[in-house]
C-alpha cells in the first residue's frame, strides 16, 4: 500500500449530503453509502472525525426571514446537526466502525460532552468521532466548527466533501465554460469570495496553517486517491 500522504482527517459533510436526491431528511441508502467511503478509509489507517451540517433539517434563513432570534434559529441548527450525527454513527456501526458523537451542546443520554482530550484519544483509538452541535454558540457556522475542531485535534487536513470535483470561479453546472482550480491560496478565495467555507473559517485555518481540499466524495476513487497525495479536487493551502 502507496503511503498516506495524511493521517489524521477531518471531514466536513453538508446536511444535504445525507438527504438523497431531495436534499431533505435522512436517506438510508444515502448515510450508508457515506458510512461505507469512512469506513474505507479507517480501514486503511486513517483517523477520521466528521462534522455535518443540518441543511437537511432546518435551514435558520427560512426563521430569519420572519423575523426569528438569530439565537434560537443557530440553537435549532445545532440539535439538528446531532440527529445527522447520530444517523451517520447508527450508519457507521451497522459496519462494524467503532464511532463516537460528540456533542458541543451537553446531552449525555446521546452524546459525549465534547472534550477535546477524549476525542484526541478516540481517533487514536481508530474510533471515529463525529462533532455535533457545531461550536456550541449562536453565530457561528458547522464550517467553522469544522474549522476549530480540527485544529484542536491536530487533523492535518480539513476535507470538504461536495457533489463537484473542485472550486470553480462559477456554478459549473449552470456555465460550462466555468474554469476548475487545482490549487488557491487562503487570500485567493477570500478575495475572490469563493464558496469554499465562509469567511471565519478559511481564516482560521490560514492562521493556523491548516489545508482544505475540496473534492467530489461520491467519486468512489476521489478520496482515497487525496489520501495517497494524488492531485484531486482543489487545494486550498498557504502556498
Known sequence: ????????????????????GSGFGIDVDEAESIASRIKEVRDMGVEVAVVIGAG???????????????????????????????????ALERLGVMTRVMS???????????????AVRHLEKGRVVIFGAGTGNPFFSTDTAAALRATEVDAQVVIKATKVDGVYDADPKKNPDAKKFDQLSYIEVLNRRLEVMDSTAITLCMENHLPILVLNLWDTSALLAALRGEAVGTLVSGD
Open 1 to 20: 500500500m502507496a503511503e498516506l500522504k495524511y493521517k489524521r482527517i477531518l471531514l466536513k459533510l453538508s446536511g444535504e449530503a445525507l438527504g438523497g
Open 104 to 118: 458541543a451542546i451537553e446531552m449525555r443520554a446521546i452524546a459525549e460532552p465534547y472534550i477535546r482530550r477524549r
Open 56 to 90: 437537511n433539517r432546518w435551514r435558520g434563513k427560512q426563521g430569519l426571514e420572519r423575523g426569528m432570534d438569530r439565537s434560537t434559529a443557530d440553537y435549532m441548527g445545532m440539535l439538528a446537526t446531532v440527529m445527522n450525527a447520530m444517523a451517520l454513527m447508527d
